[in-house]
Each structure stands twice: as structure tokens, then as C-alpha cells.
């Protein structure tokens, strides 16, 4: 039986390899894909064109967070119970400086501009916002408790805060920094994510089950998305990372426990597929190009690469122990 | 770890009579009402608004009968002083910080005596007045008591700290829910473990007291249901008055091995001592060497001051900045009971307790309590559903239901006595 399965598994792995290889020859681009390892406390670097992990690099404590700035030389990464964000060089991976960032950080996000970063303490019922040249702490804005996604509109102007135990999406003018809405969603909101035209904001809940699509022009709920997989019991079914494609046609959502990353038509809403991936997936990054999608899978150690245009899972990476943030650059 | 204390009474060495009035003095105040000033709100423009429009008030009752109760074994597992109080003010604090977003105020009151009668009519006395919610960590007698004084109000009592599973079933009443799990959940949740492990054959040792006895009744039915055995049962004669196994470790070190010596071939000594007067001794001592479970050793509750999965490292986080200390199974039990309220307020907009109460016995309600999945209200018996932590005194081991234990609706309720077996009749009417 094992043998057979092992057999299996040589096969799928090698036909996956294969996949892999067609998907480098097309892909022009040369990308790197960083990976915080909440528990080791590294960060796995992966080649984006051999799909290997090339190198692991000792940052601070408890990586959660993970994205780069505008000009993609700085890497950023909020090392939770050091509470600080750690900006790393990303050719020569040295650390270049820490911000301050509240106690902490879990998940943040950068202004358009570059500038400032906005970053959620989840122990402190904050959102924090840091001037990352100057590494100046410009704000502190009070939410919900265990502030924890971080959407930003397209324009800069609206800033979006999931509180996990509050179970609502604060609304936050990134002017005056005054919270101007709260929509209440399902229980344990912890992703936010702006379509690239701004006129929706997706929300992940992760004890509700549900995706929560809400205007943000009118704070309106749009729509709320639903998922029911066969054979897996609808407790399991937790959504957290959500991605949307610039051109607003597909959705990843990455389903926790479920073990799998929901396909959602965005324009209709529909959940269209569902791809089995590495166990308990939370967050989600694609390539530039959106060729590609990684996926960072805690509880197996790995993470999956799917083929955005084929909706494949093409190749799962070993990384450290309980990956949690993913972030690719496009060199 | 704070178990189920029926008042029983006892005759202490004078070693731990000092001990234990050393303990007491802290709550020797025969009566003691205390307002805890907790609707703060740390935004001014949101109070000073608050002040302004109309802010829906929800006062919660936490109702605790003190008990005269003998010492436990080891200096660490002395209560502490706010056992439950402060989960109520941390639960409390919780709301508030969403209830500022909403215009809702959250309050706390907390009644403690020794008597039964006077905290029933001060409680009978609050809910007329002022409230709807009134959280309970009493004795069982108690709890119906006070739920037949409220019988009449529009009010729902929340059950924190007894686990007799009578409360659920024959006992069962209409405005009583309960956090706190039963002895059977717990078993059961302990009993998948230990089979799920391939630990099948089980020498149960337990108290002599009716709560020990109740514990091992919850055993012997949780071996039958998943299939472990009972080698053998032997009764701890425990003498309240001399404490056969108190002194140093010399008589224990002689007595402990003996006492377990040839028993039939057993996988792990189960154990059911629930006021921690004798188990403590077991662990590193029996004859065989053969782990310990049950009430000490390898032990099933609602809580663990440990637990970091599912986002609770926040929540105890939280918790310690407050308290100054770890949270306990009863801090936690208190929480998700004040947690359900706030819960249900923010999902219906209300602070009408009978939308509330309501709201949280519906199939609609759901609430969060970093067990990694939604918890809510047993339909027929009021019970919460939720998964529980089976741990060493450090360090949480696993959490059950264990994987491959499949129920018709939900894994959840292959913990404790099920729908199709229930005895109680009196609460969804």
C-alpha cells in the first residue's frame, strides 16, 4: 500500500515537474519569492524560475507579515514578538534597519506611493502608521480587538482594518486618520483586499466561513460568498488569504484547514473550483505577471505553486516550519 | 486547575488550616458587592458621543457563591483571589472595545457570598431592576434555585462552573446555558485520546466523595463508548481527617506503590479526584509505570493557560496584562459566557435581553473562542459546543474530538451525552 502510494506520488511529483519546466520555458521573467517561517523565525527564499528554495535567512522573531517596497529593494517583515518591522536588502538579504511598529505586528500594508506602511498590532487593538525612510511613527489609530487585515485603496485614500474578535472592517481616512465606518461581518475577519479598481474590498472570515464583498464608496455588503466542499466538514472550511487579479475576473481565496484554495469567478461571484493544496493555507501571493500563485500551507511545512491561467497545482516547495507570509519580486 | 467544589465538610491538618485560612481571609468579607468600573473606553470622542446619542446599556450579573473548600494538594493550584473575576472584566473589556463602534456599553457587577440564599435574592433582586444576564459559578443545588427564582424575569443564566452533566438533562431548565463542558465531555474528550493512542485498558482509581464518584461514572460510560476497558476499579479511601497520604514524601513514596501494586495488565491509570485531595500523588508512583489521566496527570478542560493555536496567544495576552497571572478553565468559562452576550448584541444591534436571549439559542448564533472553530448552543440542552484541550499541567497534548471520530452533524457532539440520549425535556420549549 505504501509502496504504491509512494510510487504514486514519484509520478504526480515528476509529471508536476514537467509542468513546472513547460511554465519556466514560457515565463519571461526572472521573480524571487520570499517566505516568513512563523516558527523558525527565517525567511525561505525561493527561485521563482526553479521553483527551489535556494536559501534561509534568520530574522526576527515570530515572521508574520511579509512585502517589499515600492522599488522592491527592501524587504519588509513584521517580527511579531520583537515588535518591530525588519527591513532586509533583498539582493544581498543584510539587515538594513528596524521600524518602529507597536506591539505586535502581524500583517501590514504599504501606501501606494511607497509610503508610509500601515502596519496591525494584534495585541494592542491598534493600527499603527510608520514613516519607513525616516522610521517614524506618524499615527496610532484605535480599532477593534486583534486588529489584523490591512487593505489600501487603490488612490491611498481609504484604508481598510479587519478586527479578528470585533468581527468588523474599519474604514479609516488615511488623511485625517479618523475611522469613518465599521461594517460588521462574519466571526474572525483577517484579510482585506481591494479590487485594483477600487470599488470593492473582499474580506475574509475565518470562524464565519464566508468572504464578505462590501462597497467601499457606500459601505455596502455586496454580496457574501459561501463554500462547500464534499467530504470536508463546513467547521473546516476557514477563509483567510483572498486575491483578486487585476483584471477582476478570478478570485483565490486560501481555505485553512480545508486544505484548499477556492476558485471565485469575480464577476459573478461564483466559487467556479476548489484546488487541493498543502494543509492549513493561509496567505496568498501571486507573481507580477499573475502567472503564478503561491500559496503558504502552515501546518505542512510547504508551500504550493498554482498555475493561475491553467488552475493547476503545479509544485508544493519545502520551506521552514509554519509558513505564514508570501511576497514575490519581480527579479 | 479549578474543578467542580461541592461544599463538603472537613477536617484539615493544622498545617493546611493555616494554609487554606490564609487563602480564605482574602475572601472572608461575608458579603461583598463590587462594582467594577469597566465601561471605559479608551477613544474620548467615542465616550463623549456615547454620552450624547443613545448608547444601549447591557449590565451583566457574575453571581459567585464562595465555598468552604480543603486545600489542594500542591501550592500552585491555590485559587487566586479573582479566579473568574477576571475573565468577566476581560470579556467585558472585549465588548467595549466593539460596542464603542456600535454605541453599546457593556458593565459588570459581580455578587460573592457564602450564602446561597442571600445571593439568590440579591441577584432575583438585580434582574428585576436593572438586568438580563446573570453568569454562575455556583454548586449545583444552587444553580436551580436561582434559576427557579428567575423563572419569571426575562433572563438567562449562564452556568460557568459546574460540570454535573444532571444540569443538562434531567435538571435542564429553560433559562439556564451552560460554558462550562460536563464531566462526560470531558471523559469522552480524554477517552478518544487515550483509545485514539491505542491506550485501551484503563485501572481506574478513584475518590470516595459523590463529585469523584460522578467523575468515574463519566469514565466507565466514555470506556464503553469508544471502546477502552476497565481492568479493574479501585476506591482511594480517602479519610478527609487524616489524610492517608499527607506528610512528606517517605509514606507517600511507600504507600502510592502499594496501592497499585498487582493490578491486571493496564495501559494508563485513570483518575477521578476531582478536589485534588489524593491524584496528585499517583503520577512517577504506581507499581507498574504507567502514565496518569483523568483529574491530574493528563487532564481534559475547557482551558489551558497555554494554549497558543487559533490566535490564542492574544487572548492570553490579553488576559495576563490584566490579571497579573495565567488564565484559568473558569476565567475562560466566564469569558465566552459574557462573550456570547456581547456576541449577540453586536450581531442583533439590541441590548433587549429577550432578542438577546434569543439570538443565542438560535441556530444563527455563533461566537469565537480560539478553539479554532465556531462555537455555539446545544438546540436541546443549552449546552456549548466546543472542543476540548487534554493537557499536562504545562503544556496542552492535543485537542479532541480526535481526528476519525465522525458524527452525524458535527464532531463536536461526539463530546458528552448526545441528542438521540438526552434526558432533558424543559429547555427548548
Same mark, same amino acid.
Given at each position: 500500500m505504501e509502496e504504491t502510494l509512494f510510487q504514486k506520488n514519484t509520478y504526480a511529483a515528476a509529471t508536476l515537474a514537467a509542468g513546472a519546466a513547460l511554465l519556466l520555458a514560457s515565463s519571461a521573467l526572472a521573480q524571487t519569492v520570499f517566505v516568513t517561517n512563523e516558527k523558525d523565525n527565517t525567511v525561505t527564499v525561493i527561485d521563482?524560475?526553479? =521553483?527551489?528554495?535556494v536559501k534561509t535567512i534568520q530574522v526576527g522573531q515570530r515572521p508574520r507579515g511579509i512585502t517589499l517596497s515600492k522599488d522592491e529593494k527592501w524587504l519588509l517583515i513584521c517580527a511579531s514578538d520583537d515588535n518591530n518591522v525588519q527591513v532586509f536588502d533583498?539582493?544581498?538579504?543584510? =539587515?538594513?534597519k528596524t521600524l518602529p511598529s507597536g506591539p505586535d505586528p502581524e500583517l501590514f500594508i504599504l501606501h501606494p #506611493?511607497?509610503?508610509?506602511l500601515y502596519i496591525a498590532n494584534e495585541d494592542d487593538n491598534l493600527v499603527t502608521v510608520v514613516d519607513i525612510e525616516k522610521g517614524t511613527v506618524l499615527a496610532e489609530v484605535p480599532v477593534g480587538v486583534e486588529p489584523e487585515g490591512m487593505g489600501i485603496s487603490p488612490d491611498g485614500k481609504m484604508l481598510v482594518n479587519t478586527s479578528e474578535t470585533t468581527n468588523m472592517d474599519h474604514f479609516i481616512d488615511? %488623511? #485625517?486618520? %479618523?475611522?469613518i465606518d465599521n461594517v460588521l461581518v462574519d466571526s474572525r475577519p483577517r484579510f482585506a483586499e481591494f479590487t485594483s479598481d477600487g470599488s470593492q474590498v473582499w474580506v475574509s472570515a475565518e470562524i464565519g466561513g464566508t468572504v464578505t464583498v462590501i462597497e467601499?464608496? #457606500?459601505?455596502?455588503?455586496l454580496t457574501k460568498i459561501t463554500f462547500e466542499i464534499p467530504?470536508? #466538514?463546513?467547521?473546516?472550511?476557514q477563509p483567510v488569504g483572498v486575491r483578486v487579479t487585476k483584471d477582476r475576473k478570478k478570485a483565490f481565496v486560501a481555505l485553512g484547514p480545508a486544505n484548499r484554495v477556492a476558485v471565485v469567478?469575480?464577476?459573478?461571484?461564483?466559487? %467556479?473550483k476548489y484546488l487541493l493544496v498543502g494543509q492549513r493555507v493561509w496567505q496568498l501571493a501571486f507573481t507580477p505577471d499573475e502567472r503564478m500563485l503561491f500559496t503558504t500551507n502552515g501546518a505542512s511545512n510547504d508551500v504550493s505553486v498554482i498555475d493561475v491561467e491553467k488552475l493547476r497545482v503545479v509544485r508544493s516547495i519545502k520551506t521552514g516550519r509554519y509558513p505564514w507570509g508570501v511576497v514575490v519580486a519581480s527579479f | 486547575m479549578r474543578k467542580w467544589r461541592a461544599g463538603f465538610s472537613n477536617k484539615l491538618s493544622t498545617k493546611c488550616l493555616a494554609l487554606l485560612l490564609s487563602s480564605l481571609v482574602l475572601l472572608s468579607a461575608p458579603f461583598l458587592v463590587k462594582s467594577s468600573?469597566?465601561?471605559? *473606553?479608551?477613544?474620548p470622542r467615542a465616550s463623549k458621543k456615547s454620552q450624547q446619542a443613545d448608547v444601549q446599556r447591557i449590565r451583566i450579573l457574575l453571581a459567585r457563591e464562595q465555598l468552604d473548600l480543603p486545600p489542594p494538594l500542591?501550592? @500552585?493550584?491555590?485559587?487566586?483571589?479573582d479566579l473568574g473575576i477576571a475573565g468577566a472584566e476581560l470579556a467585558i473589556r472585549d465588548n467595549n472595545t466593539t460596542g464603542r463602534f456600535l454605541k453599546q456599553e457593556f458593565s459588570l457587577e459581580v455578587i460573592e457570598t457564602t450564602s446561597a440564599e442571600e445571593l439568590i435574592a440579591k441577584v432575583a433582586e438585580r434582574v428585576a431592576a436593572e438586568t438580563g444576564f446573570v453568569v454562575a459559578d455556583v454548586r449545583a443545588d444552587t444553580l436551580l434555585a436561582l434559576s427557579d427564582a428567575l423563572k419569571d424575569r426575562t433572563a438567562l443564566i449562564f452556568n460557568a462552573g459546574s460540570s454535573d452533566d444532571s444540569l443538562r438533562e434531567e435538571?435542564?431548565?429553560?433559562?439556564v446555558v451552560h460554558t462550562a463542558p460536563t464531566r462526560t465531555m470531558l471523559t469522552d474528550a480524554l477517552a478518544q485520546y487515550l483509545v485514539w493512542k491505542r491506550w485501551r485498558n484503563w485501572l481506574l482509581v478513584h475518590g470516595t466523595q459523590p463529585h469523584d464518584l460522578a467523575y468515574a461514572d463519566a469514565l466507565r460510560r466514555a470506556a464503553k463508548r469508544f471502546g477502552a476497558k476497565i481492568v479493574e476499579e479501585r476506591p482511594f479511601?480517602?479519610?478527609?481527617? *487524616?489524610?492517608?497520604?499527607?506528610?512528606? &514524601?517517605e509514606q507517600i513514596q511507600q504507600q502510592i506503590p502499594t496501592f497499585t501494586q498487582?493490578?491486571?495488565?493496564?495501559?494508563v491509570l485513570v483518575v477521578a479526584d476531582e478536589l485534588d485531595q489524593f491524584g496528585g500523588y499517583l503520577p512517577f508512583r504506581t507499581w507498574d509505570a504507567r502514565p496518569v489521566a483523568g483529574t491530574q496527570g493528563l487532564v481534559p478542560a *475547557?482551558? &489551558?493557560?497555554? @494554549?497558543?493555536?487559533?490566535?490564542a496567544t492574544q487572548l492570553q495576552s490579553r488576559f495576563q496584562k490584566l490579571a497579573k497571572r495565567p488564565m484559568r478553565p473558569l476565567d475562560y468559562n466566564i469569558w465566552i459566557a459574557i462573550r456570547s452576550v456581547g456576541e449577540a448584541a453586536t450581531r !442583533?444591534? *439590541?441590548?433587549d435581553p429577550a432578542k438577546l436571549i434569543a439570538y443565542i439559542k438560535s441556530a444563527e448564533f455563533d461566537v469565537a473562542g480560539f478553539k479554532g472553530r465556531k462555537l455555539n448552543y446545544r438546540s436541546w440542552n443549552g449546552q456549548l459546543r466546543q472542543p476540548i484541550l487534554v493537557s499536562t499541567a504545562k503544556l496542552p497534548v492535543t485537542v479532541s474530538?480526535?481526528? /476519525?471520530?465522525? &458524527?452525524?452533524? !458535527?464532531? @463536536?457532539? !461526539? @463530546? /458528552?451525552?448526545?441528542q438521540p440520549e438526552t434526558k432533558c425535556r424543559n429547555f427548548a420549549q
Open positions: 521563482g524560475d526553479k =521553483l527551489e528554495a533583498t539582493k544581498t538579504l543584510e =539587515l538594513v #506611493s511607497g509610503n508610509p488615511t %488623511e #485625517s486618520y %479618523e475611522i467601499p464608496s #457606500s459601505r455596502k455588503i467530504g470536508v #466538514s463546513q467547521d473546516a472550511i469567478n469575480a464577476e459573478t461571484f461564483e466559487v %467556479e | 468600573a469597566v465601561a471605559q *473606553s479608551p477613544d500542591s501550592l @500552585l493550584d491555590f485559587p487566586p483571589e435538571n435542564c431548565r429553560k433559562n479511601d480517602l479519610d478527609v481527617g *487524616s489524610r492517608r497520604a499527607d506528610g512528606g &514524601h498487582n493490578a491486571p495488565d493496564y495501559d *475547557s482551558w &489551558h493557560p497555554s @494554549l497558543e493555536q487559533w490566535g !442583533t444591534r *439590541s441590548a474530538p480526535q481526528p /476519525g471520530f465522525l &458524527h452525524q452533524f !458535527t464532531e @463536536l457532539d !461526539t @463530546l /458528552g451525552i448526545d
